[in-house]
């Protein structure tokens, strides 16, 4: 019965702050309401017992890429009249919002035809450290190495995209 | 019930791909890209939690690792597009039309 009240508040808080990422017109404020949903996220992966994916989500994404995407906002100094004139975007919004409300819709008839579970706490033996480090080192390691060489070209290409600059002065 | 993780993902799905479309600040629409990658994560763990497996948790952790590149480079390319053109407007950005 708690674990209801939560979910319900966890999905209106995320969807608020999504919400809120695509209405605001300055990205501060859009980044700081995606910080919300991300948390209210990583809230949502406690309630479906993935304890490793709960950590991990508060610790990478509403850490580590949040806190450089702040960076970046707070080092380009983003003044007003640096921001695209985006009146009309509320007429975008509801002109997307109309397209994409049948592919909603064929969607969740498509989920509510899964023959579902109720959502119960698991406790022992399931989305901890150890069972997911067994099937991401057992079952999984080939993409497990691909995933690190991915990092890697994404590191040297940061270097290249960063040292190009310097060069061209 | 899962179903019910699974509707709120299709929700932030769809919002991510309205950010995306109707917005022109390039933050707000990488910002938007992962909020779609958080979407996905999150039928992930749904349908993990449904089947009793935990694939679906790595699978997890690698769309986290991919979203972590991204972020890096894309970031990159938006600090190097603003010291060219100074504005994060993406109608600015036509650089390509030769």
Not at chain 1, 129 to 134: F, I, M, Q, S, T
Request: proline share 2%; glycine share 8%; with cysteine.
């Amino acid at each position: 019965m708690f674990a209801d009240w939560l979910f319900t508040g966890f999905s209106i808080l995320s969807v608020l702050g999504a919400i809120g990422l695509v209405i605001f017109r300055h990205p501060m404020n859009g980044a700081m309401s995606l910080v919300i949903t991300l948390i209210s996220l990583a809230g949502l992966y406690a309630l479906l017992s993935a304890k490793l994916i709960f950590v991990i989500q508060l610790i990478v994404y509403a850490g580590a890429i949040m806190s450089l995407i702040l960076f970046i906002i707070m080092f380009l100094n983003v003044q007003n009249d640096d921001l695209p004139n985006e009146k009309d975007r509320f007429l975008y919004l509801i002109g997307g919002g109309v397209v994409l409300a049948p592919v909603f819709f064929f969607l969740k008839k498509i989920v509510q035809s899964i023959p579902g579970t109720e959502a119960t706490i698991v406790g022992n033996g399931f989305g901890g450290v150890k069972e997911v480090g067994l099937v991401l080192f057992k079952d999984w390691l080939l993409p497990f190495e691909i995933v690190s060489i991915l990092l890697l070209v994404a590191l040297i290409g940061a270097v290249v995209i960063a040292g190009k600059r310097r060069m061209s002065k | 019930m899962i179903q019910d993780y699974l509707i709120l993902s299709i929700i932030l799905f769809c919002i991510g791909i309205l950010g995306v479309v109707s917005r022109r600040n390039v933050l707000i629409i990488f910002m938007s890209i992962e909020l779609m990658l958080n979407a996905a994560n999150l039928a992930f763990i749904a349908f993990s939690r449904l089947h009793l497996s935990m694939d679906g948790h790595v699978l997890a952790m690698m769309v986290m690792a991919v979203a972590a590149a991204e972020a890096a480079l894309a970031l990159a390319v938006v600090i190097l597009l603003h010291k060219h053109k100074g504005k994060l407007d993406s109608n600015v950005f036509s650089l390509l039309k030769g």
